[in-house]
T-cell receptor, first 115, second 111 residues
Framework: DAGVIQSPRHEVTEMGQEVTLRCKPI?????LFWYRQTMMRGLELLIY????????DSGMPEDRFSAKMPNASFSTLKIQPSEPRDSAVYFC?????????????FGEGSWLTVV | GENVEQHPSTLSVQEGDSAVIKCTYS??????FPWYKQELGKGPQLIID?????GEKKDQRIAVTLNKTAKHFSLHITETQPEDSAVYFC??????????FGTGTRLKVLA
């Protein structure tokens, strides 16, 4: 089975530009998560969806960040405008309710550098 | 809020030796404790997990122990191999999807 698929894998952009990160969860999974990983703050949950509905966005750092899930197989995380401090690895992950232990499966990540 | 502390931050062991990584959590309501392994350039992968109604769980060379009274849990890797070199993260949750992750342990297995 294909895992969580993220694109782009690497992105370098200039400060002020819009960045869109994309995610395709594992087929059949009903939970989708966006995490950010940095050396300073480790793995942080930004937002998660259940059945395409945002459940908890308390981790979204500020209004420059937005996430959408228009259907069960696609989600985006958008940063507009981007800033150098947004440089991080952004992980999408998915899970299936009722599986043994709320196991979360991560994608390979999108490495974002804002210069 | 919940806090998870993880130690050590780096760990070097000789191939064939055992490695132990320890985590402490603050919220006694936490009841699910997964461990993830992250290789360079990849996303974290679940390697083992334990629920609060179990004290120990094993999967081949990997084991996790949980002490609810002391609120700490540990990952044990026996007969370490070079491919075990990675960053390991512990996490805790209260049965929801809001995992609180530890800060990670970089394990180096020296051949």
């Amino acid at each position: 089975d294909a895992g969580v698929i993220q694109s782009p894998r690497h992105e370098v952009t200039e400060m002020g530009q819009e960045v869109t990160l994309r995610c395709k969860p594992i087929s059949g999974h009903d939970y989708l998560f966006w995490y950010r990983q940095t050396m300073m703050r480790g793995l942080e949950l930004l937002i998660y969806f259940n059945n395409n509905v945002p459940i908890d966005d308390s981790g979204m750092p500020e209004d420059r960040f937005s996430a959408k899930m228009p259907n069960a197989s696609f989600s985006t995380l958008k940063i507009q405008p981007s800033e150098p401090r947004d440089s991080a690895v952004y992980f999408c992950a998915s899970s299936l309710a009722g599986n043994s232990g709320n196991t979360i499966y991560f994608g390979e990540g999108s490495w974002l550098t804002v210069v | 809020g919940e806090n998870v502390e993880q130690h050590p931050s780096t760990l070097s062991v000789q191939e064939g030796d055992s490695a132990v990584i320890k985590c402490t959590y603050s919220d006694s309501a936490s009841n699910y404790f997964p461990w993830y392994k992250q290789e360079l350039g990849k996303g974290p992968q679940l390697i083992i997990d334990i629920r609060s109604n179990v004290g120990e769980k094993k999967d081949q060379r990997i084991a996790v122990t949980l002490n609810k009274t002391a609120k700490h849990f540990s990952l044990h890797i026996t007969e370490t191999q070079p491919e075990d070199s990675a960053v390991y993260f512990c996490a805790a949750s209260k049965g929801t999807y809001k995992y609180i992750f530890g800060t990670g342990t970089r394990l180096k297995v020296l051949a």
